[in-house]
């Protein structure tokens, strides 16, 4: 019995011998394994965030260059608001024509090219520089430079700027604001408003004009001016021409006077007198003065963005002078109306035109008839086709009638 | 002939007395309340004036077409031209400067 307990023992602790030396090494064996997947996923990690840093370190900025760029920044916005506190400014605009002319006894030709820049400068809000020449080629290929208007504006207030120097006659309405081919809705000015004719075309003095509201809703507006007045020439025993280009002299010592007042008493809807008087001595004969009288009337109607309606009647008289080798007085009148509609939302436009001026010379008379289609490309790019029916003295150019074709470009 | 001098003396002496009217009385509210006169442009109320004038001569012109600093120029010339208030050119041209 003492025999086989003892074997018992000797194979328990045998067993337990083995066991205790066998069990641990096979936990070591898996912790082995999984401590080097671990591991082989520790280094692709790593390998990930080296390739991140380098990354990052080649697309972001330093502080250097986060600062030099903030700096660039503060510089661009101040250039780009600096036009806001700026003293000056500078702009220059203008209107350029070029024109075909088709008359009943003339043969067609490409008669009209022109072109007339304009310079804004601005000092504050007080005063503007504004000054327009008109550069055209003439009949001979000569190229003819004129200075339409130059004037140093000065803005009193806010009703009032003193404008001084040679500026468009304040007369009327057409010579001042409708005369160039952009905004002129026919392919050429009235009968009357052009060189030498009835209207005023400038005048070199000061003038004082502004506006002021009127009304509820109404608005106003005036001119009044003083300059060297026109140059009244001679042909033999009549007077030939009211020369108004605006003068830089004053050869008879008289100054003309004159103003023009204009009322809008609901918008769009404008009514103007004019008026201008002095006294004149005609060339040669500045000392035998004779009056002179200019009258006008205006009026101009929108409705909606389709209708314009306008028309305007100007008259220039010289009086007489019984002393003078021309001694009768001579009166240029004329008047026009003129309706436009433009077929919105297409670019077309219809306009048409009657006029009519009387001189006192019988081969400048003409009345005349218009009809023409616009097309805009834009507001200030127009192509025009007109035809103009005139009736003057028989075998004179005032009674050819005419086609007429113009694309101007007002910028 | 004498009447027609004595319509345009007439005429002359309307437009004269209203306009130095106008400037005795610009030149008195300005310095009196001149903080009224000078204030800033209204975006609205440019806009309603814009629509109003500027189609009185000439196609309206698109306020894109120039940047804000050339338009301070030109409406400060189409002031003179069309007979505009101070206040009116500033609330244009505000509203100009909005639309580009």
Same mark, same amino acid.
């Given at each position: ?29 898996? %912790?082995?394994?999984? $401590?080097?997947? =671990? @591991? !082989? ?6 390998? /990930?965030?080296?390739?991140? *840093? ?70 504050? %809000?007080?005063?503007? $520089?504004?000054? =327009? @020449? !008109? ?6 290929? /000569?190229?003819?430079?004129? *200075? ?264 | ?100």
């Amino acid at each position: 019995m003492k025999a086989i307990a003892s074997r018992r023992r000797i194979f328990a602790v045998t067993i337990l011998t083995v066991t205790a030396l066998t069990i641990p090494a096979m936990v070591s064996a898996d %912790d082995i394994t999984q $401590l080097k997947s =671990e @591991l !082989e996923t520790l280094k692709k990690q790593v390998n /990930e965030l080296k390739k991140l *840093l380098i990354t990052q370190q080649k697309t972001v900025a330093s502080k250097a260059e986060v600062d030099s760029v903030k700096q660039e920044v503060r510089e661009v916005a101040k250039r780009s608001g600096e036009w806001k506190i700026a003293d000056s400014a500078v702009h220059l605009a203008g209107y350029g024509a070029v024109g075909y002319t088709d008359g009943e006894n003339s043969d067609g030709a490409f008669n009209l090219v022109t072109f007339n820049p304009i310079f804004h400068y601005q000092y504050k %809000d007080l005063f503007l $520089l504004e000054a =327009e @020449l !008109e550069l055209e080629v003439g009949e001979d290929g /000569e190229t003819e430079v004129a *200075l339409e208007y130059a004037t140093i504006d000065w803005l009193i207030n806010d009703y009032a700027v003193l404008v001084a120097g040679k500026f468009l006659s304040p007369l009327g309405q057409f010579r001042q604001n409708l005369h160039p081919t952009w905004i002129n809705k026919f392919a050429s000015a009235p009968p009357g408003f052009g060189h030498d004719q009835a209207a005023p075309l400038a005048e070199v003095g000061a003038q004082l004009r502004g506006g002021f509201p009127f009304m509820k809703q109404g608005r106003a507006n005036y001119a009044v001016y003083v300059g060297n007045g026109p140059l009244i020439e001679l042909d033999g025993d009549e007077i030939e021409a009211v020369e108004t280009e605006g003068l830089a002299s004053n050869a008879d010592g008289e100054l003309i006077w004159g103003g023009r007042f204009g009322i809008l008493p609901v918008p769009m809807l404008e009514f103007g007198i004019s008026a201008a008087f002095g006294d004149v001595g005609p060339e040669g004969e500045e000392n035998l003065l004779r009056s002179y009288r200019t009258y006008g009337v205006d009026a101009a109607y929108q409705i909606g963005s389709e209708w314009d309606f306008r028309g305007e009647y100007i008259s220039q008289r010289v009086g007489s002078n019984t002393t003078s080798a021309a001694p009768e007085s001579a009166t240029f009148r004329t008047w026009y109306v003129q309706g436009a509609y433009k077929f919105l939302p297409t670019k077309w436009e219809l306009v048409a035109r009657y006029g009519d001026y009387d001189s006192p010379h019988a081969s400048q008379n003409q009345e005349q008839w218009g009809i023409g289609v616009n097309y805009l490309f834009a507001s200030n790019a127009i192509a025009k086709i007109g035809f103009e029916s005139n009736d003057g003295l028989r075998g004179e150019t005032t009674d050819d009638d005419r086609f007429l074709l113009q694309l101007t470009y007002g910028f | 002939m004498k009447n027609h001098k004595i319509f345009g003396l007439g005429i002359f002496s309307v437009v004269s007395y209203m306009a130095i009217a106008v400037v005795v009385q610009a030149m008195q509210v300005s310095t009196v309340v001149a903080s009224e006169t000078e204030r800033a442009g209204d975006i609205g109320r440019g806009a309603g004036l814009w629509s109003q004038n500027c189609a009185r001569c000439h196609n309206m012109r698109d306020p894109k077409e120039f940047r804000d600093d050339l338009w301070k120029p030109i409406v400060t010339h189409m002031r003179i031209r069309a007979g505009l208030t101070g206040q009116d050119t500033r609330d244009i041209l505000v509203f100009l400067q909005a639309s580009n």
